[in-house]
């Protein structure tokens, strides 16, 4: 069993996750800062889990979202967004309130959700997000970003993947 425990060591146990490898020391503040290292995602019980590696100790940052871009397919993307307000100030951030957003003719629209989008931050960051929001597509490409920096001027520091992690879904049919 996979667990949302800021902890991405379940998902790396996993015989069939992906990972993608992030360029460190490349967060755009040097306090108060989530240097991102490594992206992980497996698929377990219609569940796609994804886990996010920090170069640095996060323990005395403080962060005000996170998110996740996505897009699913491959000839014919369709484009996701989950917003995870966080609020971290070391120890561990729970939260299953996740905005989800498709994008449709240009335009954003929200998707209503059953609140069992989660996200958690403790050493790692973790999401576990049911694939019923994506109509069971054949590939899920992944980018996390997430926004730091000193108080009042978190806007000015964050740091996100360097490339898109993809995921093919069908092998865990």
């Not at 967060?27 to 995602?41: E, G, K, L, M, R």
């Not at 059953?114 to 994506?134: G, N, Q, S």
């Amino acid at each position: 069993m996979i667990a949302a425990d800021g902890f991405v060591d379940d998902i790396t146990h996993q015989k069939d996750y992906v990972q993608f490898f992030d360029r460190t020391n490349d967060s755009q503040v040097y306090t108060n800062s989530f240097d991102i290292s490594n992206c992980y995602a497996v698929i377990s019980n219609d569940t796609l889990h994804v886990g996010i590696q920090f170069s640095n100790d996060i323990s005395k940052s403080r962060s005000i979202n996170s998110e996740l871009w996505l897009y699913t397919g491959n000839d014919v993307q369709v484009w996701y967004w989950i917003f995870c307000g966080s609020l971290f100030s070391g120890g561990t951030y729970d939260s299953d309130f996740c905005s989800m957003m498709k994008l449709e003719q240009n335009e954003w629209i929200t998707i209503t959700t059953d609140y069992d989008i989660y996200y958690t931050l403790a050493r790692d960051a973790e999401f576990v997000i049911p694939l019923k929001y994506f109509k069971h597509p054949d590939s899920i490409s992944i980018k996390y970003s997430i926004t730091s920096g000193s108080q009042d001027n978190e806007i000015r520091g964050s740091d996100e993947m360097d490339d898109y992690l993809q995921i093919h879904t069908n092998k865990f049919e």
